[in-house]
């Protein structure tokens, strides 16, 4: 009987955790979360979570059935149990008269984990808590990283030939990876809170930085450029884009600041750090404050390698070309204090899959 239940609990939480995902481009800055109720073994309801600010997966999931009452309810993320933009989803459930709860994974906000399901036992609801809990956390690594670290979690995105270089000695890197592997970046940065680079990558690429998907509801992520002393042309294409552009910098220059901001940036002064260059922690603390779960780096080799020296990405996904540009051309990461192999930085293999021609290669930074 156990061992039934238990199958039975996984599988209505992969419909759940299905679910979730079709929110992966618009929820930010909230959790991914998807809901399936369920009486006599047959779904009889099921609800996601689209937009902060719109209905909890919970809550969507009720407004889809007539009569939950003794129903299980399967849902990814520990249900809420205070009062935000909408209701608690716990006394919702409470007060439909459900009989149990089946949650992945508690709220890995320290001030809120637990809470959901001790409200849900105090009305008498059986409550189960771990079910493909790995797979729920997966989902949502940047909000458990934000919740628990204070910083977003962070992804650089490279893309390099076979001979590991990422553009010419002159800066050339168009195109190294083929429109496949590019269009395979734009899932990525529309999954992100946030798409991060460096002053000198606008100057010398003037990139977009924003989702460029026809056809697909996305929230798109917050564009932050890093800029200590405000080089950024009040003309890059970046500002006159939709959504938010952040230029973060350490110089207090009013007329640029001014110059900037009227030309559609918004402007935060943050902390140098001893070279009078700003301080990397204290930007992903910034973001974190901004609400940012997740942030994507693309950048050149200076700002991806003082990044990686200070254990500050998390992963990297490398699009790797059949190309060999040559030993003049320009490396990954910029690491001038890495002397010995002692101090090499160690990263585990995680996934390798195949995009036109390129392979998409994904890594885990040890730390």
């Not at 939709?242 to 935060?268: D, F, H, K, M, P």
């Not at 991806?304 to 040559?326: H, V």
Request: hydrophobic share 45%.
């Amino acid at each position: 009987m156990f061992e039934q239940t238990r199958k039975q609990d996984g599988h209505f939480m992969a419909r759940a955790l299905f679910l979730a995902r079709q929110g992966t481009y618009t929820t930010k800055p909230n959790p991914r979360v998807g809901c399936v109720l369920v009486k006599d073994k047959q779904i009889i309801a099921e609800g996601w979570h689209v937009r902060a600010g719109q209905g909890h997966a919970e809550i969507e999931a009720l407004k889809n059935t007539q009569n939950a009452q003794g129903a299980t309810v399967y849902v990814t993320l520990e249900p809420c149990f205070h009062y935000g933009r909408t209701p608690p989803c716990a006394e919702a459930l409470i007060n439909a008269g459900v009989a149990r709860v089946v949650v992945a994974m508690k709220d890995p906000n320290p001030l809120v984990a637990g809470k959901g399901l001790a409200l849900l036992e105090q009305a008498d609801i059986s409550v189960s808590c771990g079910v493909l809990d790995d797979e729920a956390r997966l989902l949502n690594k940047g909000f458990v990283s934000r919740m628990l670290t204070g910083k977003p979690y962070v992804i650089s995105k490279l893309a390099m030939s076979l001979d590991g270089r990422t553009a010419m000695a002159s800066g050339e890197s168009k195109w190294i990876t083929s429109a496949q592997a590019r269009q395979d970046v734009q899932k990525l940065r529309a999954a992100s809170g946030a798409v991060l680079t460096g002053v000198d990558t606008v100057i010398a690429d003037d990139p977009g930085m924003n989702v460029r998907m026809e056809g697909v509801d996305v929230e798109q992520p917050v564009r932050i450029i890093l800029d200590s002393s405000l080089r950024t042309p009040v003309t890059a294409r970046v500002l006159a884009l939709e959504g938010r552009t952040v230029i973060l910098t350490c110089s207090e220059e009013q007329n640029e600041i001014e110059a900037l901001e009227g030309a559609g940036a918004e402007v935060y002064h943050l902390a140098a750090d001893a070279k009078g260059r700003l301080d990397l922690a204290e930007v992903l603390g910034f973001l974190a404050e901004q609400q940012i779960n997740d942030v994507l780096i693309e950048a050149g080799s200076v700002l991806n390698g003082a990044l990686i020296e200070q254990g500050l990405i998390d992963e990297c996904i490398i699009y790797m070309a059949p190309s060999i540009l040559g030993s003049s051309g320009r490396g990954l990461f910029a690491m001038p204090n890495v002397s010995v192999m002692a101090e090499k930085k160690q990263l585990q293999f995680v996934d390798m899959r195949k995009i036109g021609m390129d392979l998409r290669l994904d890594y885990k930074v040890q730390k």
